[in-house]
């Protein structure tokens, strides 16, 4: 059995006993409470009678009340407690022991009926026995059950219909997640589970599975892209390296530009395992309180003196006491990668500006130059890994950079935005405070 109609079942299983349970409580309660009744107009019944103090006005008191009473269903009888015999009444039953119980004796109706009665024992000798016809009682409780079972079988019936709607409608929202796995383990990875606009959970975990099937369609893409690039920008260093090699002992300068070469390599590598380990997810766990405009103030004044030395000028910007969760060593190195790019590539004698403010909830890091800018159309494509711009082909760098920027910032839940300054550009990373 599939398992939304199992788990249709168990629900209309668990529907179907509650009820049962329900009406059984309620039948039992009815019948308790009938029996109290009955053995208080019984009791009330004898208190009316006890008080007379000889056989012969019983007899006669019991006379004049099944004439006057035979309307409310009660039975007498009297019985001489040394032979047992019935010497008054006309309840025709045998003597029973003293104390409340039952017996079946002719109803009103001459057919045989279960009364209820209570027997006493008189001051002068004799028992007295009052019974009270349950057969009203037996045709109420016939009635509690007939319309109990009659409505146990329609709740079954309808149990039953809605077991198997809400069987088919699990069916409905599950096997399109079902297929949407088997046409992803089939290849196609641009399948997609459909939505149907409406607010429950299904539709909240149709998108978070598109959300996840996004985000590995662009994990494998950027893998895919990373090993093609790897491949394509270790061709050139390390054919240099190899030339460097062969060079030795022939060339004095050879030895320094073989370990250049491995030294540029190695930080290629630290950059991409750098960038891995950001977009992880794992470094969340790390994340502490920084005082991000005691940060940002520090990088600033560290890197001033560099810019000053190649004949430009850094104006740092900052507005205090502002702080954010997150991992120190990464936003500071994300920074710096921002501060290097600008002094790279932005002429002598041009400024650069560093800052910090508070838009909304969110503290926002701008670093602009009035550098060659990026091109609109290549602002998204330079947050990828190894993707260099036209204008920075001939500097060094590997153009990983702004993606680790990016990761950075990701890892954070912030955002990355290239602008342009005109002239220049204007990197700004917003963050939540």
Do not use: C
């Amino acid at each position: 059995m599939r398992a939304a109609y199992r788990i249709a079942l168990i629900f209309a299983s668990a529907f179907a006993l509650a009820f049962s349970v329900l009406g059984a409580s309620v039948y039992l309660a009815a019948n308790i409470q009938f029996q109290a009744m009955r053995d208080r107009d019984i009791s009330r019944e004898i208190g009316e009678m006890v008080d007379e103090t000889t056989r012969a006005r019983m007899i006669d008191e019991i006379g004049e009340r099944e004439a006057e009473k035979l309307g409310q269903r009660f039975g007498y009888a009297l019985f001489e407690p040394a032979s047992g015999r019935r010497i008054g009444g006309a309840l025709a039953i045998s003597m029973p022991r003293a104390g409340a119980g039952w017996a079946r004796a002719a109803g009103r109706s001459g057919a045989a009926a279960r009364y209820r009665i209570a027997a006493v024992d008189l001051r002068f000798g004799d028992r007295l026995v009052i019974g009270l016809d349950s057969q009203q009682i037996e045709e109420v409780d016939s009635a509690i059950l007939v319309l109990f079972g009659g409505a146990f079988v329609v709740l079954i019936g309808i149990s039953a219909l809605g077991g198997l709607l809400l069987g088919r409608y699990l069916d409905a929202r599950l096997d399109p997640v079902a297929a949407t796995a088997r046409a992803i383990i089939a290849g196609d990875l641009n399948r997609r589970v459909p939505l149907r606009g409406r607010s429950d959970e299904f539709e909240e975990t149709a998108h978070a599975i598109n959300a996840m099937l996004d985000r590995i369609v662009r994990l494998m893409k950027n893998l895919r892209q990373v090993s093609s690039d790897i491949a394509h920008d270790l061709r050139t260093p390390l054919m240099r390296l190899r030339g460097a090699l062969d060079r030795l002992g022939t060339d004095p300068a050879a030895a320094a530009q073989a370990a250049a070469e491995g030294d540029a390599l190695l930080s290629l590598f630290d950059a991409i395992l750098r960038i891995n380990e950001v977009e992880g997810g794992a470094l969340a766990e790390s994340f502490v309180p920084i005082d991000l405009s005691r940060l940002i103030r520090e990088l600033g004044e560290s890197y001033a003196v560099a810019f000053a030395d190649e004949d430009r000028e850094l104006t740092v910007k900052v507005l205090p006491g502002i702080v954010v969760r997150g991992h120190q060593e990464l936003l500071a190195q994300a920074v710096a990668n921002l501060l290097d790019n600008s002094r790279i590539h932005t002429p002598p004698g041009s400024g650069v500006s560093l800052g910090l403010a508070i838009a909304g909830r969110e503290a926002v890091i701008t670093v602009a130059d009035r550098g060659a800018g990026i091109a609109p159309a290549d602002r998204g494509r330079m947050l990828q890994r190894f993707v260099r711009g036209d204008n920075s082909r001939s500097t060094p760098g590997s153009g990983l950079g702004l993606s680790l920027v990016a990761a950075v910032v990701h890892a954070h839940r912030g955002e990355i935005e290239l602008a342009d300054a005109a002239p220049g550009l204007t990197v700004r990373l917003s963050l939540p405070i």
